[in-house]
């Protein structure tokens, strides 16, 4: 069967008629997600659907919808041109109108022709394509989406196949008809021997051990039925995990990021922090400006202090004026330039007597070597000083009988603590300004840090985020969970194993055992001679069956065979440069096959890449349609939707030509070959285009429309290459 | 003979301001009236204790040197419940320290600005040491009353405009903190 033409009108985005012609080869349809891929598959589903009358208004195209007035009508139909011993046309259509509420829909025909010559005879629809693409052949050749690929997911995919292309059938049958016979047989044995007394127990006895190890036999295939599922899920998983190493080992390194960026912020929190207005108080900056206060404040004491001396010096004076020349200790020496004198404890003890020994004044730095006026002046102050000290009571005595011209002390307490101002405090109090400039600058610094973590943690959220998009398959909790995951899994995995040979084991023995008892049961000596030939004739039959059933085993077996090693040659011409390895048909207990792919060393390979499995897959459905093809004398096209997406980039030109040259006919509808960009209408990679040898469409939305408006939609077909 | 200290004559008073400014400001920013300061955490004010923002208010009016008389009604003025002698003195709980310290420069700064005949009062002539700490404390309490106004102002602009962590510093970060650049001039003493 080739397909030479295909029309697609008013179906859904495919706006009037739109005609694609198919190449012998591969015919390749480029479209982007929305373009109208899936559609031009789903109009080739609806047109093969021989099960349900689909006029459903949901398939007509809402532009042309739109466009019609009330009580006006157009068609939706799909019409396939094919050659199958001789040239066919298959056409699916119903009509539409639109009244006052929307659209209804009539008149569903489902026509085909045959074109004889000049005629052309119009035939049943359903009849033709059942004739010419049945179902079950269908089923192989028409695959959307990769999921379907894994023809064998289904359990029971590899029997239908069986059955259709091994011409198996017959022996259904024939295993059929015998298992009755044995039975049948079976029956009028254990009716006659129960009839004779003696052997009545034994049989009783046998019948019920066959039948509790034929119920144990049962129960133990449907446990290693799911130990077996339990495997193959293991398997899957280990293999998720596998594959996904470099995306949890990366995952696990990114969490490290963020753990220890989030621990910096904490730490940087604490320093970038500050109670300003405690510190005003507890630090003392408030203080910060007042350094002239204390300024103001020692000038102030300064010249009261001085005043309050010279009040005293002029009151003692006129006290040592009046009461004549008494020596009195205050009549201080005068100074050279009539200055008033220093108070006597001032310089203190310690200094003046420094001073006298070095005989040097350490005020102004001149010497006062023994004998000159300067060292006179300090020995008397030094002793003026002694004097004092030790004329204190005296002093008391003469000042109570002289009332003194100050009661109070108030400006001596305010000078002391003047003079308590001069060095370290106030030092310390100049220092406040830059401390706090200090301190501000620090924390701004801190807060400078604390901008740049606070990006640092952004990007590494923000790559977290990237890999779990990338690896949609995976969640957070799956990549956090996954090394620890892996051991357990491993070790669940030998577990199972392990119960599946103990099963395994154990089948085998309980089967042992139901031979023993069916012997036994054969071997039993009846009295009756009839029975004896009854028993015979059953052994017969039970041997026949047992033929046939080795016989149908045999059968499914070889052909698996048959399909590995096709699929194989396919295999080497699909990886062309590639890994070559080989695909195997693994049989499993329902009947069913597993697709495997082991490696050229003998060693399975549990986690093939994305377009290993691609290739695996296509190799098995092109030695599938090939068998087809060789059972039925008859070609079919093979109709993918976007099986190829897996595929590295560089391998898709190669891998298209390849298929291209395999002398089958393929409809492929792809992503493959777009440029990527931000445009709403992706432009072709001409480049790789032009190294195919295939026939190109390129499908497309037509410029101008409107997401949300449907109506507007409209799918627009350009050849590109023929 | 011991007499009093004229600090502590001080020290032992406890200023006057305007009750006006109870509620807009001081219960405000201050645990002023609820209890012991250490409190303070709890309630998120900016102070603990209400003569803290007194502190604050003072100094504002001292470095602009600015004074607004109080209000002649007695009625109208209110004390807080420690004398400044008590000023400061915190036990170190909950990120604070004490500073007492502060209160001497108070005094200080008081004294400067102060127009008191020390002679006169050295020599017990026409005032005493109590007329005289009224004095320092008419200062004290004119300056902060002028402190009050000025936050007072601020905060009819803008009623959150103090709970900017650096705003009242940035009140203070405002003036010179230089001393006064003239050393001490030789006044020469004047002939006897």
């Known amino acids: 069967m080739i397909l030479e033409k295909l029309i697609i009108k008013n179906f859904r985005s495919y706006y009037s008629d739109n005609t694609f012609v198919l190449s012998k080869g591969l015919t390749l349809i480029i479209g982007d997600n929305g373009d109208?891929?899936?559609?031009?598959?789903?109009?080739?589903?609806?047109?093969?659907?021989?099960?349900?009358?689909?006029?459903?208004?949901?398939?007509?195209?809402?532009?042309?919808?739109?466009?019609?007035?009330?009580?006006?009508?157009?068609?939706?139909?799909?019409?396939?041109?094919?050659?199958?011993?001789?040239?066919?046309?298959?056409?699916?259509?119903?009509?539409?109108?639109?009244?006052?509420?929307?659209?209804?829909?009539?008149?569903?025909?489902?026509?085909?022709?045959?074109?004889?010559?000049?005629?052309?005879?119009?035939?049943?629809?359903?009849?033709?394509?059942?004739?010419?693409?049945?179902?079950?052949?269908?089923?192989?050749?028409?695959?959307?989406?990769?999921?379907?690929?894994?023809?064998?997911?289904?359990?029971?995919?590899?029997?239908?196949?069986?059955?259709?292309?091994?011409?198996?059938?017959?022996?259904?049958?024939?295993?059929?008809?015998?298992?009755?016979?044995?039975r049948k047989s079976?029956?009028?044995?254990?009716?006659?021997?129960?009839?004779?007394?003696?052997?009545?127990?034994?049989?009783?006895?046998?019948?019920?051990?066959?039948?509790?190890?034929?119920?144990?036999?049962?129960?133990?295939?449907?446990?290693?039925?799911?130990?077996?599922?339990?495997?193959?899920?293991?398997?899957?998983?280990?293999?998720?995990?596998?594959?996904?190493?470099?995306?949890?080992?990366?995952?696990?390194?990114?969490?490290?990021?963020?753990?220890?960026?989030?621990?910096?912020k904490s730490k940087l929190i604490a320093f970038a922090s500050l109670d300003y207005n405690s510190a005003l108080l507890d630090d003392y900056w408030v203080l910060r400006p007042f350094p002239s206060i204390i300024d103001e404040f020692q000038k102030k004491i300064s010249l009261l202090s001085r005043e309050k001396r010279k009040l005293e010096k002029d009151e003692n004076e006129r006290i040592a004026i009046e009461k004549g020349k008494k020596e009195a200790i205050e009549n201080i020496q005068k100074l050279a330039n009539g200055a008033v004198p220093l108070p006597w404890n001032l310089p203190d003890k310690q200094t003046m007597q420094e001073m006298?020994?070095?005989?040097?004044?350490?005020?102004?730095?001149?010497?006062?070597?023994?004998?000159?006026?300067?060292?006179?002046?300090?020995?008397?102050?030094?002793?003026?000083?002694?004097?004092?000290?030790?004329?204190?009571?005296?002093?008391?005595?003469?000042?109570?009988?002289?009332?003194?011209?100050?009661?109070?002390?108030?400006?001596?307490?305010?000078?002391?603590?003047?003079?308590?101002?001069?060095?370290?405090?106030?030092?310390?109090?100049?220092?406040?300004?830059?401390?706090?400039?200090?301190?501000?600058?620090?924390?701004?610094?801190?807060?400078n840090d604390l901008e740049k973590i606070n990006k640092d943690l952004q990007e590494a959220e923000d790559a977290k985020v990237q890999l779990l998009i990338q690896n949609n398959e995976l969640t957070e909790e799956i990549l956090d969970k996954n090394f620890r995951d892996f051991k357990g899994l491993t070790d669940s995995n030998k577990k199972t194993e392990l119960d599946l040979a103990e099963l395994k084991r154990t089948l085998?023995?309980?089967?042992?055992?139901?031979?023993?008892?069916?012997?036994?049961?054969?071997?039993?000596?009846?009295?009756?001679?009839?029975?004896?030939?009854?028993?015979?004739?059953?052994?017969?039959?039970?041997?026949?069956?047992?033929?046939?059933?080795?016989?149908?085993n045999n059968n499914i077996s070889e052909f698996i065979y048959t399909l590995e090693q096709e699929a194989n040659k396919y295999l080497v011409k699909l990886n062309a440069n590639d890994f070559h390895g080989t695909v195997r048909l693994i049989r499993t207990t329902n009947d069913s096959a597993r697709i495997t792919l082991f490696s050229s060393n003998g060693s399975q390979v549990h986690n093939p890449s994305g377009s290993q499995l691609t290739t695996m897959y296509m190799s098995v459905l092109f030695a599938i349609s090939n068998i087809t093809t060789l059972k039925r004398e008859q070609d079919y096209p093979l109709i993918f939707d976007a099986p190829s997406s897996s595929l590295g980039y560089d391998k898709q030109e190669e891998y298209y030509n390849l298929i291209d040259k395999l002398d089958k006919q393929c409809i492929i509808v792809t992503k493959d070959f777009l440029v990527d960009s931000d445009k709403k209408i992706k432009d072709l990679n001409m480049d790789k285009i032009n190294k195919l040898t295939s026939s190109v469409y390129r499908i497309t939305k037509i410029e101008g429309f409107n997401q949300s408006d449907l109506s507007t939609i409209q799918t627009q077909i350009i050849p590109i290459k023929n | 003979m011991e007499t009093e200290k004229l600090y502590d004559i001080w020290a032992k008073r406890n200023p006057q301001w305007e009750t006006k400014y109870e509620k807009s400001i001081i219960k405000i920013f201050t645990d002023y009236g609820k209890g012991a300061t250490n409190f303070r955490e709890a309630r998120g004010k900016l102070f603990g204790a209400g003569y803290e923002i007194f502190i604050i208010a003072f100094f504002i009016g001292l470095y602009y040197n600015l004074r607004r008389p109080l209000i002649e009604d007695s009625t109208q003025r209110k004390t807080f419940g420690q004398p400044i002698q008590y000023w400061g003195n915190l036990d170190s709980a909950k990120g604070r320290k004490s500073y007492p310290?502060?209160?001497?420069?108070?005094?200080?700064?008081?004294?400067?600005?102060?127009?008191?005949?020390?002679?006169?009062?050295?020599?017990?002539?026409?005032?005493?040491?109590?007329?005289?700490?009224?004095?320092?404390?008419?200062?004290?309490?004119?300056?902060?009353?002028?402190?009050?106004h000025f936050i007072m102002d601020k905060l009819i602009d803008d009623p959150n405009h103090f709970y900017k962590e650096t705003a009242f510093l940035e009140i203070f970060l405002a003036f010179d903190a230089s001393p006064k650049d003239s050393p001490i001039e030789e006044m020469p003493d004047p002939l006897d």
């Open chain 1, 36 to 182: 109208g891929k899936t559609t031009f598959f789903e109009a080739l589903e609806w047109l093969f659907d021989t099960s349900t009358d689909n006029k459903n208004v949901s398939n007509v195209s809402e532009k042309r919808k739109s466009e019609l007035e009330i009580g006006e009508t157009d068609e939706v139909s799909v019409s396939l041109f094919f050659e199958h011993n001789g040239h066919k046309e298959l056409e699916k259509s119903f009509m539409f109108e639109k009244n006052a509420n929307g659209v209804n829909t009539k008149n569903f025909k489902f026509i085909g022709y045959n074109n004889e010559g000049v005629e052309r005879i119009s035939i049943n629809g359903k009849n033709l394509l059942e004739s010419c693409f049945d179902t079950v052949i269908r089923k192989y050749c028409l695959f959307k989406g990769e999921r379907d690929l894994n023809v064998f997911n289904n359990d029971t995919a590899l029997k239908t196949l069986v059955d259709t292309f091994s011409g198996i059938k017959k022996f259904d049958e024939l295993y059929d008809l015998t298992s009755e016979f044995e």
């Open chain 1, 186 to 264: 079976q029956d009028v044995v254990t009716r006659e021997l129960k009839n004779d007394k003696k052997q009545k127990n034994e049989i009783d006895r046998i019948e019920s051990d066959l039948s509790q190890v034929s119920q144990e036999i049962r129960v133990i295939k449907i446990d290693i039925d799911n130990k077996e599922r339990k495997v193959n899920e293991f398997a899957n998983k280990i293999r998720l995990l596998e594959e996904n190493q470099d995306a949890c080992e990366n995952y696990q390194k990114i969490k490290e990021r963020i753990k220890k960026k989030q621990e910096e």
């Open chain 1, 356 to 447: 006298i020994d070095e005989e040097v004044c350490k005020v102004c730095g001149r010497p006062a070597p023994k004998g000159s006026e300067p060292y006179i002046f300090m020995t008397q102050k030094l002793n003026e000083y002694l004097e004092h000290v030790k004329n204190e009571t005296n002093k008391k005595q003469q000042e109570e009988r002289i009332k003194p011209l100050f009661l109070n002390h108030y400006i001596n307490e305010l000078n002391t603590r003047s003079i308590q101002l001069s060095g370290d405090t106030e030092r310390t109090i100049s220092c406040i300004a830059s401390n706090i400039a200090e301190r501000l600058e620090y924390i701004q610094s801190r807060k």
């Open chain 1, 508 to 552: 085998g023995e309980l089967e042992r055992r139901k031979a023993d008892l069916k012997a036994e049961q054969n071997n039993l000596t009846p009295t009756n001679v009839n029975v004896k030939i009854f028993q015979k004739v059953h052994t017969s039959f039970e041997k026949i069956m047992d033929a046939f059933l080795a016989a149908k």
């Open chain 2, 101 to 148: 310290k502060l209160k001497e420069f108070i005094f200080i700064a008081l004294i400067a600005r102060t127009d008191i005949d020390f002679i006169s009062l050295d020599k017990e002539d026409g005032i005493n040491s109590r007329k005289a700490v009224d004095m320092l404390m008419q200062t004290m309490e004119e300056y902060a009353n002028w402190g009050f």
